[in-house]
C-alpha cells in the first residue's frame, strides 16, 4: 500500500512539473533534471503543433498570387490599353463621320442662298477668321440690343474672356470622351512634359511631344473646321517643337483663295502634365498673284494682355497660370490633353 502511494506521488510531482515547463518536457523522467538542465533541454525540444487545413487557414499569398500578378503585368495592360486605344480612334472616326453628314445636310440648305459675289464672300472669310480667332482669345462680348464704344471700360469683353466654347458633341462625342477617361488612366507617360524645354533635365530629343499631330477630335468649337463648297476639307494638326518650346496649330484648306494659317503658341513646362501657353500670332496664307506682298497676313496677339483676361474669371490658385494645357495621356503614337477651360483634344503621330 505505501508503495502504490508513493509510485502515485511521483507521477503527480512529474505531471506538474511537465505542466509547468509549458509541454517541452516530453519524458516523466525529466522531472528529476536540475533546474538548469532543463532549461538547456527546453531549448533543444522543438515542440510540433498540428498544421492548420487550408479552409481553416487560407494560404493567401500562394493561393491569390496566380490570380492578382496576371492582372498586373505589363502585357495585360498593354493589350487593354491597346483595346482602349483601338475603340477610341473608332469612335472618333465614328464622330467625325457623323458630324461630316450632318455639316453635308447644312451645305445643302445654305446652297438655296448662294452669294452673287462669290468673291467678296471669299475675302471677307479672311476678316471673319481674324474675328473668329480673335473672339476664341479675346471672348468678345456682344449684347443683343445695346451699342458698347470701344471706349468704354467694361462690357467690352465678357466674363469668359478666353474661355473656348465647347461644342454639343451628342451621344457619339459623348463615347469619345467616355473611352478617353479610361485610356487616360492607364497613361504609360509618367512626366509627358520630360524634354520639353529640357523639363525634368532631360534633353529635347528624348520629349515625346516633338513632332506632328494631326487633330482627331476635339470638343473646342473654334478648332473644328467643317467642309464647305469653298473651301473643301480643313486638315488640322500641331507641329510641336521641344528645343523651341513652341507649338504651331495648323490649318490648311483644300481649296479656295485662302490657304490656310498658322497660330503660334510659345509653352512652358510647369509641372510633370501642365504646359504654360503664351500666344504670340496668326499667319493667315492666301493665293494671290502677288504672294510676297498679299499671301501672307501676320496679326501680333498681344500676350501680356490675353494672360490677364484668361485669368480674370479663374479662382484664386489659378490666376496666374494664364491660358494652359493639361496632357492625360501620351505614348509614341498618341497623345491626349485639356485646355484650361476642360476641352478635350485627341491627337495621333503623323510619319
Not at 181 to 189: S, V
Not at 231 to 257: H, P, W
Amino acid at each position: 500500500m505505501r508503495v502504490v502511494l508513493h509510485t502515485s506521488f511521483l507521477l503527480l510531482t512529474c505531471a506538474h512539473l511537465v505542466h509547468a515547463s509549458g509541454g517541452s518536457i516530453s519524458s516523466p523522467t525529466t522531472a528529476f533534471v536540475s533546474t538548469s538542465d532543463r532549461r538547456a533541454l527546453r531549448k533543444d525540444v522543438t515542440i510540433r503543433r498540428p498544421q492548420m487545413s487550408s479552409l481553416s487557414e487560407p494560404d493567401v499569398d500562394n493561393k491569390f498570387s496566380n490570380v492578382i500578378r496576371p492582372a498586373t503585368t505589363d502585357g495585360t495592360v498593354d493589350l487593354l490599353r491597346s483595346e482602349l486605344k483601338s475603340r477610341l480612334l473608332k469612335a472618333a472616326d465614328d464622330f467625325k463621320t457623323m458630324k461630316a453628314q450632318d455639316d453635308a445636310i447644312t451645305r445643302m440648305a445654305e446652297a438655296v442662298e448662294e452669294p452673287k459675289n462669290a468673291d467678296t464672300k471669299e475675302r471677307g472669310y479672311v476678316f471673319s477668321l481674324v474675328r473668329r480667332i480673335g473672339r476664341k482669345i479675346a471672348g468678345k462680348k456682344r449684347m443683343a440690343n445695346e451699342k458698347k464704344k470701344l471706349t468704354h471700360p467694361t462690357g467690352i469683353l465678357s466674363s469668359d474672356s478666353f474661355r473656348q466654347m465647347k461644342l454639343e458633341v451628342g451621344t457619339a462625342g459623348d463615347q469619345v470622351i467616355e473611352i478617353a477617361e479610361q485610356l487616360a488612366l492607364l497613361n504609360p507617360t509618367p512626366i509627358p512634359t520630360l524634354g520639353f524645354k529640357k523639363y525634368g533635365g532631360a534633353p529635347p530629343t528624348e520629349s515625346k511631344l516633338a513632332g506632328r499631330w494631326k487633330l482627331r477630335f476635339t470638343t473646342a468649337a473654334d478648332a473644328s473646321f467643317p467642309e464647305s463648297k469653298k473651301r473643301g476639307v480643313a486638315t488640322t494638326s500641331q507641329e510641336v517643337d521641344a528645343e523651341k518650346g513652341t507649338l504651331t496649330n495648323v490649318v490648311d484648306f483644300e481649296r479656295g483663295k485662302l490657304k490656310g494659317f498658322r497660330v503660334f503658341v510659345e509653352g512652358e513646362p510647369t509641372s510633370a502634365t501642365n504646359i504654360g501657353l503664351s500666344f504670340k500670332a496668326v499667319e493667315i496664307l492666301r493665293k494671290s498673284r502677288f504672294p510676297r506682298l498679299f499671301g501672307q497676313l501676320t496679326v501680333r496677339l498681344p500676350t501680356r494682355l490675353i494672360r490677364w483676361l484668361a485669368s480674370r474669371k479663374k479662382a484664386k490658385e489659378e490666376k496666374s497660370k494664364g491660358p494652359y494645357l493639361t496632357l492625360r495621356y501620351l505614348d509614341d503614337d498618341l497623345r491626349m490633353h485639356q485646355s484650361d477651360s476642360g476641352n478635350w483634344f485627341i491627337q495621333t503621330r503623323l510619319e
